[in-house]
C-alpha cells in the first residue's frame, strides 16, 4: 500500500537552514523516486566567485510535489541567495541557486549555508598565488556523507516536522524508495580560471567533479582537491626574448673586443 504524501508546512519550508536539505525535503517528503543536487563552484581569477546549486526532481516528484509556485525560498534570499523560479524540465522540475563570494575566505561561509552546519563540507580552503610566470589556485574541502539524508536535518526542523527529522518515519522513506542510494545523490564542481590541470576526481573540459550518494546508509568520507595554473606564454616569450637580446649584446662586446685587441 503506498504512503500517503506529507509535504511539509510553509513554516517548515522556510525554517530549513541549508540548500541540500531543502532539496531533500522537495524530493523526498514529496515522494521523489530520484532527486539529483549539483554543487558547482566557479572560481574567478582574483579569487571571488560563486557557487550554483541546482537541484533536478524526477516527474514523479514533481507531479507529488503540485503547483511549485507554492513553494517558500524567504529564509534562502534573505540569507543572500538568488534563487530562480522553478522551471520544467525533462517533465521534473529544477531549481536553481546562486550565492556570491567576494573572497577566498568567504567560500567556505557558503559551503556551510549549502550543506549545513554538521561538516558536511569543511576544512574548505581556496589558495590563489601569483607570479613572474603565472598564477595559481588550488582549492580543497572535506565532504562527510552519512548516507542519511536525516543528516542534513536540525533540531528545530525535526520538531516542526513531528520529531520526524523529515517528516516521515525511516519504514515510510524506505516504501518510497528513499532508501536507495540513487534515490539522493550530490556532485560537487569545480571551475579553476584556467581549467582545472590536477584533481582526486574527474576532470572534464577543466572541470572537476566528484559524485556521491545522499541516501542507502554508504558514507562517504573524502578529501576533494583541484588545481590549476595559468602560465603567462607572453612573459615568458618576452623574458625569452630579453634573455637572447642580452646574449648577443655581451657577444658583440666581446666580438669588439677581439678585433681592437688585434
Known amino acids: ?15 530549513s537552514r541549508c540548500v541540500v536539505l531543502l532539496a531533500l525535503l522537495l524530493g523526498l517528503l514529496a515522494a521523489a523516486c530520484r532527486t539529483e543536487v549539483d554543487v558547482h563552484v566557479q572560481v574567478e581569477p582574483d579569487g571571488s566567485g560563486r557557487v550554483t546549486v541546482t537541484v533536478d526532481l524526477d516527474a514523479e516528484a514533481a507531479a507529488q510535489l503540485g503547483d511549485p509556485a ?12 538568488e534563487v530562480d523560479p522553478p522551471a520544467a524540465r525533462d517533465g521534473g522540475l ?28 569543511s576544512g574548505t580552503s581556496l589558495e590563489l ?17 552519512s548516507g542519511d539524508p536525516a543528516q542534513f536535518s536540525d533540531e528545530q526542523l ?74 603567462r606564454t607572453t612573459t615568458l616569450v618576452l623574458a625569452g626574448a630579453g634573455a637572447l637580446l642580452v646574449v648577443a649584446a655581451v657577444v658583440v662586446a666581446v666580438v669588439g673586443l677581439t678585433r681592437r685587441a688585434d
Open 129 to 145: 598565488s601569483d607570479g613572474f610566470a603565472g598564477s595559481s589556485t588550488e582549492f580543497r574541502t572535506d565532504l562527510a556523507l
Open 158 to 231: 525535526t520538531q516542526v516536522l513531528g520529531g520526524l527529522p523529515l517528516g516521515r518515519t525511516p519504514e515510510e522513506l524506505a516504501l518510497l524508495g528513499a532508501d536507495r542510494p540513487d534515490a539522493a545523490t550530490l556532485t560537487v564542481r569545480v571551475s579553476l580560471p584556467g581549467g582545472a590541470d590536477e584533481a582526486n576526481g574527474e576532470i572534464d573540459g577543466g572541470v572537476a567533479s566528484w559524485t556521491a550518494p545522499m541516501t542507502g546508509g554508504t558514507a562517504t568520507d573524502e578529501e576533494l582537491t583541484a588545481s590549476a595554473e595559468d602560465r
Open 70 to 81: 507554492g513553494l517558500s525560498f524567504e529564509d534562502m534570499t534573505s540569507a543572500g541567495w
Open 1 to 15: 500500500m503506498p504512503v500517503r504524501s506529507r509535504p511539509p508546512s510553509p513554516g517548515a519550508r522556510t525554517r
Open 94 to 121: 529544477r531549481i536553481v541557486a546562486v550565492r556570491t563570494f567576494a573572497t577566498p575566505e568567504q567560500l567556505a561561509s557558503v559551503l556551510d549555508e549549502v550543506g549545513g552546519a554538521d561538516g558536511v563540507f
